[in-house]
């Protein structure tokens, strides 16, 4: 494994200046953001006692921020030989990249900004380190691989998915028998869930809106297309900021929770007409189409919250206008035919990610320990796991609540021998 940045990568990485883009910066950062993982903490002190990972080779395809620096630490720390790539390049952030490098050995490939094109050249040079553990997005490494590099793969012991979508295509490709080894849906995890979805995303959503457009969500209806952990999660923030919240779902059971959760739910249709903010958390297509635009009012945000899912038909709404300009960082105005206007944020990408911070150090240590501690149990696991998407093993997710609790002092009860005895026998009534 290379231990030296990537051509590209010392090219952007010279081109900041010391404060904002020097290792040293991004060593501190990184830092300060370990400081709030307990989590990730007690993972790192167990793999560096157990050494799963040690000699193989890990190829990780992760948003490059503090956060996940401190997991590629870890995982180097278990032995790993540690290679990766920005899964978006409105993530990646040149600073860490050097410090990775330089204080680490960790090969990082990508800077911000980087094109389509360029960021498929990452992939390709992590491919040809021939990992034999994945740690995927989207499952952007494994596809790549099995398009193009399907050699590239052959070694390969198992994948952590950390992305709902990415667990569906690679469910997908076990049907079809394209899948060589066990992977691990780590998106799907009650820590994930729970935690990091409903609190952690819903709120760094809810703050790349605001420092987008400084609106006030206080009074305002609030459309909330989506009712998953991330919708839930988005729709109880802004209900907390003093919006009027409006829930859009396809799914009855999901539009029902909304309803008990005190929200009101109607069709986008009815929905685009009373909205002053819209926020896609649905993870398809075309939630807002060129249908919905006709009954925007003047003065409609538009946000979505998907990396990789155009949710916002934006194609649509630009041939729906007269006219478009940046307004402010991150937010262009449409000039419809009649007049209206109406403002799509980060230009319909992910808006915690293109205006906001993401997520909070504390709560993105439950899903990144969770990581760690699927690729253990994938490397210890590896001869007797089918080549299939394999749920988190409640004991993980156990451990990691455990951990957290501890690091915040709250000591559980424990069962009784006598509740113990009592469980264990109790039958259903007849």
């Excluded at 990766?84 to 204080?103: E, H, P, V, Y």
């Excluded at 849906?185 to 790349?208: C, M, P, Y």
């Excluded at 109880?236 to 539009?255: H, N, Q, S, W």
Aim: charged fraction near 20%.
């Amino acid at each position: 494994m290379a231990n030296s940045l990537s051509a590209s990568a010392t090219s952007a990485v010279a081109q900041e200046s010391a404060t904002v883009a020097s290792p040293e910066q991004g060593r501190r950062r990184m830092e300060l953001a370990f400081q709030s993982m307990p989590a990730l903490q007690a993972v790192r002190k167990h793999l560096i006692k157990t050494q799963p990972f040690r000699g193989l080779r890990l190829a990780a395809l992760v948003d490059i921020t503090a956060e996940t620096g401190n997991l590629l630490i870890t995982l180097r720390d278990g032995g790993a030989r540690v290679s990766a790539a920005g899964a978006s390049s409105l993530t990646t952030q040149d600073d860490l990249i050097g410090c990775l490098a330089k204080d680490y050995g960790t090969a990082v490939f990508g800077q911000r900004g980087d094109t389509e094109e360029e960021q498929a050249k990452h992939l390709d040079k992590l491919l040809a380190c021939r990992p034999q553990l994945v740690l995927d997005t989207n499952a952007g490494l494994t596809f790549r691989g099995l398009a193009k590099h399907p050699q590239a793969l052959a070694e390969l012991i198992g994948i952590a998915e950390d992305s709902v979508i990415g667990a569906r295509r690679l469910r997908n490709a076990a049907k079809k028998g394209r899948l060589s080894c066990a992977a691990v849906a780590v998106a799907e995890s009650k820590t994930r869930n729970l935690f990091d979805a409903t609190h952690g995303v819903a709120q760094g959503i809810v703050n790349g809106i605001l420092r987008a457009t400084n609106t006030l969500l206080a009074g305002s209806a609030v459309v909330v297309a989506g009712y998953g952990w991330r919708g839930r999660g988005v729709a109880a923030y802004a209900r907390g900021l003093g919006a009027r919240v409006i829930v859009c779902e396809t799914d009855p059971v999901k539009a029902l929770q909304a309803v008990f959760d005190g929200n009101r739910v109607m069709s986008m249709n009815e929905a685009a007409a009373i909205g002053d903010v819209f926020i896609t958390v649905t993870g398809t297509r075309h939630t807002i189409s060129r249908e919905h635009f006709d009954r925007f009012h003047n003065g409609a945000i538009l946000a979505n919250a998907d990396a990789t899912t155009p949710e916002i038909d934006t194609d649509a709404l630009a041939g729906s206008s007269s006219g478009r300009r940046t307004v402010r960082m991150s937010v262009e105005e449409f000039i419809l035919r009649d007049g209206r206007r109406i403002y799509l944020l980060g230009e319909g990408r992910a808006i915690q990610l293109v205006s906001g911070e993401g997520r909070p150090s504390s709560i993105q240590d439950l899903t990144l320990a969770n990581q760690a501690l699927c690729l253990e149990y994938l490397v210890k696991n590896r001869e007797t796991l089918p080549k299939t998407v394999h749920s988190v093993p409640a004991e993980i997710d156990q451990q990691i609540a455990l951990a957290k609790l501890g690091a915040m002092g709250i000591v559980l009860d424990r069962l009784t021998l006598e509740q113990e005895q009592y469980l264990a026998t109790v039958t259903e009534p007849d």
